[in-house]
DNA sequence: AAGTACTTGACTATTTTAGTAGGGTATTAG
DNA sequence: CTAATACCCTACTAAAATAGTCAAGTACTT
């Protein structure tokens, strides 16, 4: 399986979403300051997102993104696959062709492998990773951390 | 984690040397013949698969690669380590200053799946692959192959 | 009406991967 | 002894993937 900042960041900005998304949309600008990822790579990572049908948008101010569904129906696999195509690990992309036509000799050790992540990662949903105290922790930082750095341009301003 | 052709090619190669060194060492050439992987490139994948420990060579004429100690002490994971690095999932490399020297929203998941991948992959020796029928089905598959390759190679010489 | 925010597509620098090339050096069969 | 065999090592390179930038839109809401 192919496992990348791609990857990596679309589950962080989904969890974003379903940490900050109770009453408004959340804009990608927020996203990409709170979870310091690049805001035009975010751009086209919600544009997968949304052609996976994972989330939807609201234009104009005060819009944004939302979850499509409640948080417990969302697992980390489906967001990979969302924006990574697939979390197979073969060479061959599961069709058995990799030597000269026929199968080789590990085929079927990374077809497991491949179910084995698979499994795992779809056993691991939006709503569980949100219940977990360290992510809570890691959130509340993230929002103090905005929170002091806006301060400091106020401040900053008024000089 | 990184899993590539040449995670895949070294594991497969260490399956090929469990298979085929019963009595005396086997060259990379045999290898490279058998498997379809780059003569040079095997090399270098042995490099490193020496360099860990998991094999020995003997030089000169009837010389090659042997394993070191029994196929059932050595593990998939291991193989990969030697020539990957690592199977860690993290961006950060397990150090955990993914987000401006803290942790990132994410981290302890990938951290999760790598304990995942690790543990699957180091359940599974060459002992095991090798006790496999598919395995044996194909390596016997990929001997006939070269068998009727060298055949048809000294009829065109005859000719 | 105007600003906000999403949408799209093309483009680029960097890194990694996979593989090549070409020179060695040690060993041993004959 | 010597020539063939097979390991050993370094540097190089083409192609692909990744991560990210840039710019010009379009839709919507206040």
């Known amino acids: 399986m192919r496992l990348t900042t791609r990857g990596r960041y679309a589950v962080t900005a989904m969890l974003d979403l379903a940490l900050h998304s109770e009453k408004r949309p959340v804009s990608v600008a927020e996203i990409s300051e709170r979870q310091t990822i690049s805001l035009s790579y975010l751009e086209q990572l919600f544009a997968s997102l949304r052609k996976a ?4 948008s609201v234009r104009g101010p005060g819009g944004g993104y939302r979850l499509v569904g409640t948080t417990d129906l969302i697992c980390v696999a489906d967001i990979i696959k969302a924006v990574n195509e697939s979390i197979d690990s073969t060479n061959c992309g599961g069709k058995g062709d990799c030597q000269g036509g026929s199968i ?5 050790l ?3 492998l491949g179910r084995q992540i698979a499994g795992f ?8 990773l949100v219940a977990k105290r360290d992510v809570q922790t890691i959130a509340n930082r993230q929002v103090d951390q905005l ?6 341009n106020v401040r900053a301003k008024a000089c």
Do not use: F, R
């Open 53 to 56: 049908g994972l989330v939807d």
């Open 104 to 108: 080789c000799l590990t085929h079927n």
């Open 147 to 152: 929170l002091t750095l806006e301060d400091n």
């Open 110 to 112: 990374w077809d497991d």
């Open 121 to 128: 990662l779809s056993g691991i949903s939006l709503a569980d």
